[in-house]
């Protein structure tokens, strides 16, 4: 239960700070952040599909494996292609320890990957739980090295 609740305050965190990230955002930098809302309104909605019970989409494992696909899918394109050096002007979030440690970077981008394909693989609903708790720390985790504070 206490995981579920840290998982809903960084979603509730994810989505309120992009909304408002994106103003003034173009090129390279809006395209990112565009991609990160996406996961994190997949994540929102794998959340209610695994963790919510009253939701219409409560248990519907296969949306819920289709979403995580495609989080697990655009990890690649969006780390390996849309952070270039220097993209870390506002109004982006990047923090330049993204360049700074581009390895440590890209072990926190598959980590994503791997938790998202792991969710992605799910069978059950424990097990796409558990993995769905694997996906936020990632994300978490990544959020908390290379992604600036609000």
């Not at 494996?65 to 390996?80: S, Y």
């Not at 581009?102 to 998202?116: T, V």
């Amino acid at each position: 239960m206490r995981m579920t609740f840290t998982a809903t305050a960084i979603l509730a965190s994810l989505l309120v700070g992009s909304v408002s990230a994106h103003k003034g955002a173009s090129g390279v930098v809006k395209e990112r952040m565009d991609v990160m809302q996406d996961f994190a309104d997949a994540t929102k909605g794998i959340k209610a599909m695994l963790f919510e019970p009253k939701s219409p989409a409560y248990g519907d494992l296969a949306a819920v494996r289709a979403a995580a696909a495609r989080i697990a899918a655009g990890a690649d394109h969006t780390f390996a292609h849309m952070y270039p050096k220097g993209s870390n002007a506002a109004p982006s979030d990047a923090r330049a320890e993204i360049w700074a440690m581009p390895d440590a970077f890209q072990e926190r981008a598959a980590a994503l990957k791997a938790s998202a394909q792991s969710l992605a693989n799910t069978e059950t609903q424990e097990d796409g739980q558990a993995a769905f708790k694997r996906l936020v720390a990632a994300c978490a985790e990544c959020h908390k090295r290379f992604r600036a504070k609000k």
